[in-house]
């Protein structure tokens, strides 16, 4: 029996692949003004940046209740078995909410196999866990081969971004240990990365040159085997520089396999346009 995939829209993939690879899709939302929008679905994100740099703060919830409980009614009467890879929930409340309608489901329906993943992982980071995940199923693996390779990922997953304002991911909630690279010194950039599912400030650098260049560095010293890898780049209204930055690590770190994509309209919504990302693993899986 084949193994359907199950994302959501945090995982900031194109719209586009998840009709390609039979991946089902749960938008967060944004809420903006008095509407509300489903991510990646009613909204780009140059909407949001563009609201942000007029003043305004969206605000985001998780993906809809309702919306679980039709796909999984619908997956248990077909006896569908499925993995959902879920955004971190130290970020959103959305992998609680699908666990507790997956309960309720099988309250109903005994049988009804779903195993829900915490992925701790962000935007493109667990971008990559769900692409390889969908490439196994594909291929006709089991759900236990999948769920392995899945854990592993999410595990070895390495997350280095930076953003032009602290104060979007502060505002919002969204970042651990914050107070200490606060302060709003003259051209310091902050260099953060994820810590069991949450963002955290790890590095200061003064000037967007120095910092780019220790992102390097850093993917020097926590990757592994590079050239082997597909390296994740993910931007919010950037494309300009992740262009640049491809170039950089297919250069300097011999990496051929680099994907480029836009931070969605819900994590962007508390990163703020400016904010650029790499995702990579500090452990390749063994064959």
Do not use: W
């Not at 084949?2 to 994302?7: E, P």
């Not at 507790?100 to 779903?114: A, H, N, S």
């Not at 390296?231 to 209204?237: F, K, L, P, Q, W």
């Not at 170039?247 to 650029?276: F, M, Q, R, Y």
């Amino acid at each position: 029996m084949s193994v359907k995939i199950l994302a959501d829209s945090a995982s900031d993939l194109p719209l586009s692949f998840f009709g390609e690879n039979g991946v089902t899709l749960f938008p967060l939302k944004v809420h903006l003004g008095e509407k509300e929008y489903d991510d990646l679905l009613t909204i780009e994100p140059s909407t949001v940046y563009e609201a942000i740099r007029s003043g305004q703060m969206p605000k985001t919830s998780q993906a809809s209740p309702s919306r679980f409980e039709e796909v999984f009614r619908e997956m248990a009467r077909s006896n569908e078995t499925g993995i959902y890879v879920a955004f971190s929930s130290e970020l959103s409340g959305t992998y609680q909410t699908a666990v507790m309608i997956r309960e309720q489901v099988k309250e109903e329906y005994p049988d009804f196999d779903l195993t829900v993943i915490d992925s701790k992982c962000a935007s493109l980071g667990c971008g990559l866990v769900v692409m390889e995940a969908a490439k196994l199923a594909k291929g006709g693996a089991s759900k236990e081969e999948i769920l392995k390779d899945i854990q592993f990922r999410c595990e070895h997953m390495e997350h280095l971004f930076t953003v032009d304002d602290l104060n979007h991911l502060a505002k919002g909630g969204r970042l651990s240990k914050a107070s200490a690279f606060m302060g709003g010194l003259l051209n310091i950039k902050p260099l953060l990365n994820m810590d069991d599912g949450k963002l955290v400030p790890i590095e200061k650098h003064r000037g967007q040159k120095k910092l780019l260049r220790r992102i390097i560095e850093m993917m020097k010293e926590r990757g592994q085997d590079l050239p082997q890898q597909t390296v994740g780049i993910s931007h919010a209204d950037c494309f300009e520089l992740a262009q640049e930055m491809k170039e950089t690590i297919k250069n300097e770190l011999n990496v051929e396999n680099i994907i480029i994509s836009d931070i969605g309209a819900a994590i962007g919504s508390h990163t703020g346009p400016g904010t650029i990302s790499f995702f990579f693993l500090n452990e390749l899986p063994t064959k």
